[in-house]
DNA sequence: CTTCTAAATAGGAATGGTTATAATTTAAGA
DNA sequence: TCTTAAATTATAACCATTCCTATTTAGAAG
């Protein structure tokens, strides 16, 4: 969904359009996996008064209003992307970045598992941690390092 | 791994085996998905004074040592358990309890695409989530509700 | 364009899980 | 029994996120 259909869908729900949100719409049109704390950065360069309870007011209404969702890469801040196609992440343990992958694990042996349990599904996440090429290469003259991580 | 072997495995690596160390151990030995907070309550039973601060300092320890695993269940704790055979999964939105399932999806098609971006995978996470048996059983006569989380 | 008001924001305090600090206690080896 | 490095307790600090409320404002109505 691009800029334009945010705004439309937001205003649509019966919403105010504020300055505000206009920018965090913006942001996150054109930047994935981007934290509460950056979001706020970013705005405060165009509206030096902006709060974080704004920003996390508002990060919230769009969880509810499912245009976005909600990333934890176990760096310690809640991460957020536009709510596009379904895709899982290779998360880096040194460097904390990610790169998304399309292909999608989940299989029919999790689901007869699910249904012998009767569990019914709603979503399911999968990551996967390691390093990534960029800490690959240093890691061959500086030496190795350990990742620890909730499940 | 059992009691016995957890606190020999504790002593070999010069740790002090002090009373809140045991406790400790085995109540992470007779129950899983157990958080600071459950653990703290417990010791306190029969260690009246123990501290925050000695939880999870332990438990800080015993990851490292890797006898044990962090997990997420996205209720506001951490989780601990015993770091025994690989496992993963279905966790309720409604009340919170997790039933483990055996069946690890990681597929070759995953493999495949880390490769192509020259990641290397140290671990990865896998977790379903959905109402479980009791709390489906209640929805028929209560109403749905709806779940929102951490990916 | 002006008025009105429910909704939104700014600024700051509060919360809750977790970690750090420093004085006191203790496990365990000599 | 003595000794001491390691561990514990009690408390403060940390930090991401949420809450509170006086003030401002988007957008509807006139
Ligand atoms: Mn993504
Ligand atoms: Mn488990
Ligand atoms: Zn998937
Ligand atoms: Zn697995």
């Known amino acids: 969904m691009n800029f334009q259909n945010l705004i439309k869908e937001f205003k649509k729900k019966g919403y105010k359009l504020t ?11 054109e930047e994935k996996h981007i934290s509460a704390e950056e979001i706020y950065e970013r705005i405060r360069s165009s509206q030096p008064n902006v709060s974080f309870g ?38 880096c343990l040194n460097c904390g970045s990610a790169v998304e992958i399309q292909s999608c694990p989940f299989s029919s042996e999790v689901q007869k ?8 599904i709603k ?5 996967v941690y390691g390093y990534c090429r960029n ?6 003259k500086k030496g190795d390092r350990k990742g620890e991580q909730r499940n």
């Open 113 to 120: 598992a699910a249904i012998s349990q009767n569990f019914s």
């Open 19 to 29: 300055p505000q949100r206009r920018i965090i719409l913006e942001i996150l049109s």
């Open 123 to 127: 979503s399911h996440s999968f990551k």
């Open 54 to 91: 704004t920003v996390y007011r508002n990060l919230n209404i769009l969880l509810e209003l499912g245009l976005i969702k909600q990333l934890d890469f176990k760096d310690g801040r809640t991460r957020f992307e536009l709510n596009e196609g379904h895709h899982h992440h290779l998360i």
């Open 135 to 140: 800490c690959n290469y240093k890691k061959e």
